[in-house]
């Protein structure tokens, strides 16, 4: 008997405590992203950042595929979805690193943690079966209540421009739920992660490298080691390994639940920029993890 989830269960099916432990991983990870992005920006401009990652990766995913047998070529019927999928994984990046130019970190981090309700949004017409009960969507209101007591409700833009970096933030958002549920979907979530990686990889990193050019970012000395180090841990460990493990739990489980669970990822950014950088640590972030913990039991609760 196959091992693989029937596609009734891999769209409803909770997360079991390895799963879970698991995303909790990618989002520490993923916390801990945003600070690398800080650390090498003075060294290589942000786009420019998130082109070589992309191209890096795909190198490194199209070996790993190479050696584990993985055909990226075969005719699977997933051709039109992943260039889909990949035109949105670019748009979403161009998105946040441009936005970044005009709004805050913390408004941004706010923002495009929009991404769940847009899932849960989306999931309702793309994958009928997926729908949360009342407990579930108050759980969903509890974990967006404590990122906005971790980073303090929005204030009026003084900057005009300001506005348009969070609309960039909240397009962001909008991007990464569309790939979710491409790929949860359409005939992507038949396929291995390595192929859904790809495909997104080949199509955002000229995209990316198109928009650097556009806005004249160049590299213009030798990156320091601090630098290299953090472009490093974005390609290698950030793109080539975590979110090829999130494309292949997006197939196995829940879309929705486990796209609540991002909400732990600007917390854990918070943390890494107290340990890394420096920066405060208050009593509303307990607070917002405490409630972040209580919204993410009350959605991922079985029905």
Not at 71 to 82: E, I, P, Q, W, Y
Not at 94 to 112: E, H, M, P, V
Not at 267 to 272: C, K, S, T
Request: contains cysteine; aromatic residues 10%; positive net charge.
């Amino acid at each position: 008997m196959s091992n693989m989830p029937r596609a009734h269960d891999a769209t409803t099916r909770a997360l079991d405590p390895l799963a879970a432990a698991i995303v909790v991983v990618l989002c520490l990870s993923w916390g801990f992203n945003q600070v690398a992005v800080k650390l090498a920006i003075s060294d290589i401009p942000p786009l420019m950042q998130a082109a070589i990652r992309s191209a890096g990766a795909a190198l490194i995913v199209a070996a790993w595929a190479k050696l584990r047998g993985i055909s990226l070529t075969a005719r699977d019927g997933t051709l039109v979805a992943g260039i889909v999928c990949g035109l949105f994984f670019g748009i979403e990046f161009i998105l946040i690193y441009q936005g970044l130019n005009y709004t805050t970190a913390s408004r941004a981090a706010l923002f495009i943690y929009l991404a769940p309700f847009f899932v849960v949004i989306g999931a309702r017409w793309v994958l009928p079966v997926d729908r949360f009960s009342l407990q579930q969507w108050i759980g969903l209101g509890l974990s967006f209540a404590g990122m906005l007591v971790a980073f303090g409700a929005p204030t009026p833009a003084l900057d005009p421009r300001q506005i348009a970096g969070d609309i960039m933030m909240v397009g962001a958002a909008a991007g990464w739920a569309v790939t979710t549920l491409i790929i949860k979907a359409s005939a992507l979530n038949r396929v291995a992660s390595e192929k859904v990686m790809i495909y997104q990889l080949i199509m955002s990193a000229p995209m990316l490298a198109v928009g650097a050019l556009i806005l004249g970012e160049r590299i213009v000395a030798m990156p320091g080691a601090v630098a290299l180090a953090a472009l490093a841990y974005q390609t290698v460990w950030v793109v080539s390994v975590t979110f090829m493990i999130w494309f292949a739990l997006i197939v196995r489980y829940s879309a929705n639940r486990l796209s609540a669970f991002t909400f732990l990822t600007p917390l854990f950014g918070v943390a890494a920029g107290h340990f890394v950088l420096g920066e405060p640590l208050t009593l509303a972030f307990a607070v917002a993890v405490a409630l972040v913990a209580g919204g993410l039991v009350l959605v991922n609760q079985a029905r």
